[in-house]
């Protein structure tokens, strides 16, 4: 078959070129997989495919020539070459390219969705020890673009790390949903053969199949919420730039020289430009949800390029932003520091209203009264209009008193900020662990596979020598 240029050019080859660079080893797992099960069910040349896939694997594929459609067919057609019709047709009995190229892309989006989890956390981990490290530096939040309360930089770090942990869970679930596998649902309405698909999941290192053959290979859900949990995570990544951009303004987040650059024209800058680069990613992990919805909408339940071939290389590109974003962050964190003196340099009187209208109601002043007392004594919140004692008002308001009168759970209080940031290294172990899970279980179902070819190997070594003995045996006899 010849297809016609226009065609080869921006799909066959364009998908071909993909899968051959990121996808051929997901390939040869899910084929291996589905192999040994079909030896297991007895399926003639089936462990005669194991042995087969097994070597053609360490062999580098072809290049697109458009002699074959696609990686699969590619993988066929050296198979019939080397080693037989026969073997390679094995491999086909109940297995369409629907419920083989879906557990493939799962399981490469599977993989990768694990490694950023691993970046997620260091990212996490850099901002705890920058907030631990800066633990009582006092600084001046705004709201409205306009100076507000004041904080600490460690309860500014664990609020940030606090919406980081969520945006973590968020991609952890939508990898709970991907991580399922297709493999035996064939085309929709299920395997002519037997196969055992839960065996064919932990085969490949998933937590279970879906269970529905035809959601398995036409539901594109997993794809959608995959770019919907980086995309909220992109916009929580994008809030904390804007802020450390803001610092770096005024110099009170100064970055380091590594991640910085300088003007063409004007020789006394130095530009934050890793923090607008990362914030650049940010925006891409944004822009992917309404890629995937489209590529979801208004597509038959029973259709499959839009939602997986269409999916593919839009999720890559995402995962590949949100690593960046992730990375960039994490290092502008590591290698700049905070300006003390800077942070705190909108400090005024009047960012502490708040705390002379609280002494006057606890003096007894109705609180619309000590409001309006509070606004006609400003600017500087003078004693006299309040009818207070200036060294009272000054105690009152001082920074230490504020921050010691928050001993709230997650309030600015020494104490509540301390067992915050133990909580949040805490949750952190715990997610450190989950994560080792994974990869682990993952891990060991590649060995398995390799183990499962050797116990066949075994297996078919010890028929041969029984077969040989019984040959034996019989001409003895004769």
Same mark, same amino acid.
Request: with cysteine.
């Given at each position: 078959?010849?297809?016609?240029?226009?065609?080869?050019?921006?799909?066959?080859?364009?998908?071909?070129?993909?899968?051959? *660079?990121?996808?051929?080893?997901h390939?040869?797992?899910?084929?291996?997989?589905? #192999?040994?099960?079909?030896?297991?069910?007895?399926?003639?040349?089936?462990?005669?495919a194991?042995?087969?896939?097994?070597?053609?694997?360490?062999?580098?594929?072809?290049?697109?020539?458009?002699?074959?459609e696609?990686?699969?067919?590619?993988i066929?057609?050296?198979?019939?070459?080397?080693?037989?019709?026969e073997?390679?047709?094995?491999?086909? &009995?109940?297995?369409?390219?629907n419920?083989?190229?879906?557990?493939?892309?799962r399981?490469?989006?599977?993989?990768?969705?694990?490694?950023?989890?691993?970046?997620?956390?260091?990212?996490?981990?850099?901002?705890?020890?920058?907030? @631990?490290?800066?633990?009582?530096?006092?600084?001046?939040?705004?709201?409205?673009?306009?100076?507000?309360?004041?904080?600490?930089?460690?309860?500014?770090?664990?609020?940030?790390?606090?919406?980081?942990?969520?945006?973590?869970?968020?991609? =952890? &679930?939508?990898?709970?949903?991907?991580?399922?596998?297709?493999?035996g649902?064939?085309a929709?309405?299920?395997?002519?053969?037997? /196969?055992?698909?839960?065996?064919?999941?932990?085969l490949?290192?998933?937590?279970?199949?879906?269970?529905?053959t035809?959601?398995?290979?036409?539901?594109?859900?997993?794809?959608?919420e995959?770019?919907a949990?980086?995309?909220?995570?992109?916009?929580?990544?994008?809030?904390?730039?804007?802020d450390?951009?803001?610092?770096?303004e005024?110099?009170?987040?100064?970055?380091g020289?590594?991640l910085?650059?300088?003007?063409s024209?004007?020789? @006394?800058?130095?530009?934050?430009?890793? +923090?607008?680069?990362?914030?650049?990613?940010?925006?891409?992990?944004l822009?992917? /949800?309404?890629?995937l919805?489209?590529?979801?909408?208004?597509?038959?339940?029973?259709?499959?390029?839009?939602?997986?071939?269409g999916?593919?290389?839009?999720?890559?590109?995402? +995962?590949?932003s #949100? *690593?960046?974003v992730?990375?960039l962050?994490?290092?502008?964190? @590591?290698?700049?520091?905070?300006e003390?003196?800077?942070?705190?340099?909108?400090?005024?009187?009047?960012?502490?209203?708040?705390?002379?209208?609280?002494?006057?109601?606890r003096?007894g /002043?109705? +609180?619309?009264?000590?409001?309006?007392?509070? @606004?006609?004594?400003?600017?500087g919140?003078?004693?006299?209009l309040?009818g207070?004692e200036?060294?009272?008002?000054i105690?009152?308001?001082?920074?230490?008193?504020?921050?010691?009168r928050?001993e709230?759970?997650?309030?600015v209080?020494?104490? #509540?900020?301390?067992?915050?940031?133990?909580?949040?290294k805490?949750?952190l172990?715990?997610?450190?662990?989950?994560?080792?899970?994974?990869?682990?279980?993952?891990?060991?179902?590649? =060995?398995?596979l390799?183990?499962?070819?050797?116990h066949?190997?075994?297996?078919?070594?010890?028929?041969?020598?029984?077969?040989?003995?019984?040959?034996?045996?019989?001409?003895?006899?004769?």
């Open positions: 078959m010849r297809w016609h240029a226009v065609y080869r050019r921006f799909v066959l080859g364009r998908h071909y070129r993909f899968a051959r *660079e990121a996808l051929v080893p390939f040869f797992d899910a084929l291996t997989a589905y #192999a040994l099960e079909l030896s297991r069910l007895g399926i003639p040349k089936a462990g005669e194991v042995a087969a896939l097994r070597e053609l694997r360490t062999l580098p594929l072809p290049s697109f020539t458009g002699e074959v696609d990686v699969f067919f590619s066929y057609a050296q198979l019939s070459e080397h080693w037989g019709e073997v390679a047709g094995a491999i086909r &009995r109940g297995l369409s390219r419920d083989l190229d879906l557990t493939v892309f399981a490469y989006l599977r993989d990768r969705v694990v490694a950023l989890l691993g970046d997620f956390l260091r990212l996490r981990e850099m901002v705890l020890q920058v907030a @631990q490290s800066h633990a009582g530096v006092p600084l001046v939040l705004r709201t409205h673009h306009q100076p507000a309360q004041p904080s600490t930089l460690d309860h500014y770090l664990l609020g940030i790390a606090a919406l980081l942990e969520r945006d973590f869970r968020r991609l =952890r &679930r939508a990898l709970d949903t991907l991580d399922r596998s297709p493999l649902a064939s929709l309405a299920g395997n002519p053969y037997p /196969v055992d698909r839960a065996r064919l999941a932990a490949l290192g998933f937590a279970g199949p879906v269970e529905n035809l959601d398995a290979v036409a539901s594109g859900d997993y794809a959608l995959l770019a949990a980086l995309g909220g995570m992109g916009a929580s990544l994008s809030r904390f730039l804007t450390l951009l803001f610092w770096a005024r110099g009170a987040f100064v970055v020289e590594g910085s650059q300088g003007s024209f004007m020789p @006394q800058k130095r530009n934050p430009v890793v +923090l607008e680069h990362a914030r650049i990613y940010a925006g891409h992990l822009g992917g /949800v309404g890629t919805a489209f590529l979801n909408h208004n597509t038959p339940f029973t259709d499959l390029n839009d939602h997986s071939t999916v593919l290389e839009p999720l890559a590109g995402l +995962l590949e #949100a *690593e960046a992730l990375e962050t994490r290092v502008a964190l @590591q290698e700049s520091q905070f003390p003196s800077l942070l705190l340099e909108e400090l005024s009187p009047e960012v502490l209203a708040s705390e002379a209208v609280d002494l006057l109601v003096k /002043v109705p +609180l619309a009264e000590a409001y309006r007392r509070v @606004q006609g004594a400003l600017p919140v003078r004693p006299e309040l207070v200036r060294e009272e008002l105690a009152w308001m001082c920074l230490e008193g504020f921050f010691a928050r709230v759970l997650g309030g209080g020494p104490q #509540a900020r301390r067992g915050a940031l133990a909580q949040a805490k949750r172990r715990e997610d450190r662990k989950l994560l080792s899970a994974l990869r682990a279980r993952v891990r060991l179902a590649r =060995r398995g390799a183990q499962g070819f050797e066949l190997q075994a297996q078919e070594s010890q028929e041969a020598a029984e077969e040989e003995g019984e040959e034996e045996g019989q001409k003895h006899r004769e």
